[in-house]
C-alpha cells in the first residue's frame, strides 16, 4: 500500500469557523509533511513531523495548527482563515528524515475555500 | 543552498510527439534530484529519482531523465507523448545530506492532438 489518503476532498469554510483536515499513511512512514499549493504554483513546505514530533514550522501563522495524533494519522486544524488562505492543501510522507534519498509520497491533497 | 530553475512555463507539444522539460540546478554539495507530475486536481506523483550511479534515469509512463553534473541539469524526455500526459510538471532537488525538496516553478505540458 503505497498510498497517502486525505480526507475531506474539498472544504468551504467562514472565516469564523473552524475545521480540520486529515491525512492518513499505513507504509510505516516515521515523516510526514504539509503543503499548501496555491494554483500554478509549486507546493509550499508548512510543517514537518518526525517520528510523531513537529520538526520543522516553516513560519506558519498560528491560525494553522497541525498534530500528529500516532505513526499513521496528520490533522491541520484550522481557525479563523482568510481568503487568501484558500489553496490545495497537500500531505505527503517519507520513511525517515534522517537518511536523503528518499522521494515523499504525496496524498490527492484538499481543496479548501474561505469564504 | 540548492535551487532548481525550469526553463519553461509552459510546452505545448502534439500527439506522439516528442518532448523535453529542461531542469537546471544551483548547489555546492551533492544533490537529489526529482521529477513529479501533477494530473488536474490531484496530487504529485513521482516519475523518476536520481541519487547516484547511472545518470540516465528511467521512469514510469515511459518517461526518462539524464543527469548531467557539468551542465548541472536534468532534462526529462518523452519520446511520444500521449494525450494523458498533460498535467503540470516539477522538477525538485534535495541536499543527499538532508530530507527538504526545493521545487522548480513547474512546468505545464499540453498534448493536443
Known amino acids: 500500500d503505497t498510498e497517502v489518503t486525505q480526507t475531506p476532498k474539498h472544504l468551504v469554510m467562514g472565516m469564523t469557523n473552524k475545521k480540520s483536515l486529515k491525512c492518513e499513511q499505513h507504509m510505516g512512514h516515521r515523516a510526514m509533511y504539509w503543503y499548501k499549493q496555491k494554483a500554478k504554483k509549486p507546493p509550499e513546505l508548512m510543517f514537518v513531523y518526525s517520528y510523531e514530533k513537529l520538526s520543522i514550522n516553516e513560519s506558519v501563522p498560528s491560525r494553522f495548527s497541525p498534530e500528529c495524533p500516532n505513526s499513521s494519522l496528520l490533522n491541520l486544524h484550522l481557525h479563523a482563515l482568510q481568503p487568501e488562505d484558500s489553496a490545495l492543501y497537500l500531505c505527503?510522507?517519507?520513511?525517515?528524515?534522517?537518511?536523503?534519498?528518499?522521494?515523499?509520497?504525496f496524498g490527492p491533497g484538499t481543496r479548501l475555500t474561505v469564504t | 543552498a540548492q535551487s532548481v530553475t525550469q526553463l519553461d512555463s509552459q510546452v505545448p507539444v502534439f500527439e506522439e510527439a516528442p518532448v523535453e522539460l529542461r531542469c537546471n540546478y544551483s548547489?555546492?554539495?551533492?544533490?537529489?534530484l526529482f521529477w513529479y507530475v501533477q494530473y488536474p486536481n490531484q496530487g504529485l506523483q513521482l516519475l523518476l529519482k536520481?541519487?547516484?550511479?547511472?545518470?540516465l534515469v528511467k521512469g514510469i509512463n515511459g518517461f526518462e531523465a539524464e543527469f548531467n553534473k557539468s551542465q548541472t541539469s536534468f532534462h526529462l524526455r518523452k519520446p511520444s507523448v500521449h494525450i494523458s500526459d498533460t498535467a503540470e510538471y516539477f522538477c525538485a532537488v534535495s541536499k543527499a545530506s538532508g530530507y527538504a525538496l526545493n521545487f522548480g516553478k513547474g512546468t505545464s505540458l499540453l498534448v493536443t492532438p
Open positions: 536520481y541519487l547516484s550511479g547511472s545518470t
Open positions: 548547489s555546492s554539495v551533492s544533490v537529489y
Open positions: 505527503a510522507s517519507s520513511p525517515s528524515l534522517t537518511r536523503a534519498g528518499y522521494e515523499q509520497y
